[in-house]
């Protein structure tokens, strides 16, 4: 039940200045990354009010819920910003009722995975980690959104206190959500065989409550990019699955046959060459 609410707290959230702002961000963002990744089946878990595979082109797209969450937020998703840039949207995917700990797919089956903040809402980020890695095939990626704590975003959060009383502030992040690092989560990446290969912050606008204050607040977004880029108050990390190539060894009668040949054809060789020095000699 605490679950439960706290989704409804996030879906409440999101329909605020800030939410709308961070939607916005991400969306962009998913839009341009998937749009060039390729592959047969796709999987994001949660957050429907993100439709992180709309621009993919995998024929095989599945919306993993946990039965929590209106599914009516991803009808109201931005527009992609620069349509000629990536692939037009695609339909909406399938809807699969399951537990991110436990998917309904099998081993090393997937190309592709987007969690938007799962793991920060997960029961336990560590055990949707691994059940990410079991399904994803070699060379599969995996896409995650978070919220940084080391951000202005996150020490509003921490604050909770001093903000309930700032009344013209929304809260930064919504209830229930449990800030995961960037540097943490690279740990856990790393400890489950997959290779970092990119990833971006965003959003250094402060969560204010008035959508005209956080419009005038746009220019913070370009001085943050350049001045103070590790402070935004997302992050978009991109992760591969490594496989150890194994040394391929051959079979044991193939070595002792080679053996066999050269103790063979040592003693023809020596005979060879000592019937040539006789007849040289007559």
């Not at 349509?83 to 997937?110: M, Q, R």
């Not at 978070?146 to 502030?169: C, E, H, I, Q």
């Not at 003693?267 to 060459?273: M, W």
Request: glycine share 10%; aromatic share 8%; with cysteine.
């Amino acid at each position: 039940m605490a679950k439960e609410s706290s989704i409804i707290g996030i879906d409440h959230w999101l329909t605020t200045p800030p939410g709308r702002y961070l939607v916005a961000w991400e969306q962009a963002r998913l839009d341009l990354l998937v749009s060039n990744l390729f592959g047969y089946h796709a999987v994001q878990l949660g957050w429907p009010a993100l439709q992180g595979l709309r621009c993919n082109r995998m024929s095989h797209r599945w919306l993993v819920t946990d039965g929590s969450g209106d599914l009516g937020l991803a009808a109201r998703a931005p527009e992609p910003v620069d349509e000629t840039a990536i692939f037009p949207p695609s339909p909406l995917p399938l809807s699969v009722l399951a537990e991110y700990d436990a998917l309904p797919f099998p081993s090393n089956s997937l190309d592709l995975v987007v969690l938007p903040h799962t793991l920060e809402l997960a029961a336990d980020p560590h055990e949707t980690l691994r059940e990410v890695e079991r399904v994803l095939m070699p060379e599969g990626r995996v896409i995650i959104l978070g919220f940084n704590p080391a951000s202005l975003w996150g020490a509003y959060k921490a604050g909770t206190d001093v903000a309930a009383r700032v009344g013209w502030m929304q809260p930064s992040v919504p209830g229930g959500t449990e800030l995961i690092g960037w540097r943490r989560l690279r740990d856990w990446l790393r400890l489950l065989g997959f290779e970092h290969e990119g990833g971006q912050f965003g959003c250094w606008r402060p969560p204010l409550a008035s959508s005209t204050w956080l419009e005038r607040t746009a220019w913070l977004d370009q001085a943050g990019a350049r001045w103070w880029p590790v402070l935004g108050s997302a992050y978009v990390m991109v992760a591969v699955k490594r496989v150890r190539a194994m040394r391929l060894v051959g079979k044991a009668w193939k070595r002792k046959a080679a053996s066999q040949t050269a103790s063979q054809t040592a003693p023809a060789a020596v005979a060879s060459r000592h019937g040539g020095a006789g007849n040289g000699r007559c």
